[in-house]
């Protein structure tokens, strides 16, 4: 049988690759063996792009676009609205600082899972990821779509506003494509 060994080897210039065969009366199997010289990984790298893309894709929910008017109505003026904002961007800015020095000091994957159950253990980890999981995202999405049903109603319903029903079905709308959700949206509305 045939005994072969075959070394893959990448230098920073060029590749090689060597291959040795001999034959062997005595053998009565054949063994292959490759040695990789390079470690393949992924790259830990983000760029301008994918910092601005992470960031707009957090902060621009859909509590910028009703919190405006209620910082303007309860603070009374624009100056006073403008200071309100300076200080929420500031404290914004020392959890974003945090975040990045997590990110940093904890080199795994799963963001705020990862981070705590490196502090705290896997159960209180878990609990997280449930509660994130059964209320959190759920009620972050629910909250989102509701916003955007009521902005996109509005030139509809100039005088009165839209009604409370035809909100939350242009908001299920949102989060689902389920047939079951247009036929009740064409049956309440047609």
Same mark, same amino acid.
């Given at each position: ?9 990448? !230098? ?9 065969? !001999? !034959? ?22 983000? &760029?301008? &792009? ?10 621009? &929910? ?12 309860? #603070?009374?003026?624009?100056?006073? !609205? ?6 929420? &961007? ?5 959890? #974003?600082?945090?975040?990045a020095e997590l990110g940093t000091a904890v080199l795994k994957s799963g963001a705020d899972y990862a981070y705590i ?14 509660? #994130? ?9 629910a909250i989102t779509a509701l916003t955007f049903a009521n902005y996109v109603l509005q030139p509809v319903f100039p ?32």
């Amino acid at each position: 049988m045939a005994e072969a060994s075959v070394t893959y080897s990448k !230098s920073p210039g060029r590749s090689t690759m060597s291959s040795s065969s !001999s !034959s062997s009366s005595s053998s009565s199997a054949s063994s292959c063996s490759v040695n990789i010289v390079e470690e393949i990984r992924l790259r830990q790298h983000l &760029g301008l &792009g994918n910092g601005i893309g992470i960031i707009v894709g957090i902060i621009i &929910g859909s509590g910028i676009f009703i919190s405006p008017k209620g910082v303007l109505l309860e #603070a009374g003026s624009v100056g006073s !609205s403008l200071i309100i904002w300076a200080i929420c &961007g500031a404290i914004c800015l020392l959890g #974003a600082m945090c975040y990045a020095e997590l990110g940093t000091a904890v080199l795994k994957s799963g963001a705020d899972y990862a981070y705590i159950n490196e502090a705290y253990g896997t159960f209180p980890a878990f609990l997280y990821l449930w509660v #994130a999981v059964v209320i959190i995202l759920p009620t972050g999405n629910a909250i989102t779509a509701l916003t955007f049903a009521n902005y996109v109603l509005q030139p509809v319903f100039p005088e009165c506003g839209p009604p409370s029903t035809l909100i939350s079905l242009t908001a299920a709308l949102c989060i689902s494509k389920s047939y079951f959700v247009w036929c009740v949206f064409l049956w309440v509305f047609f």
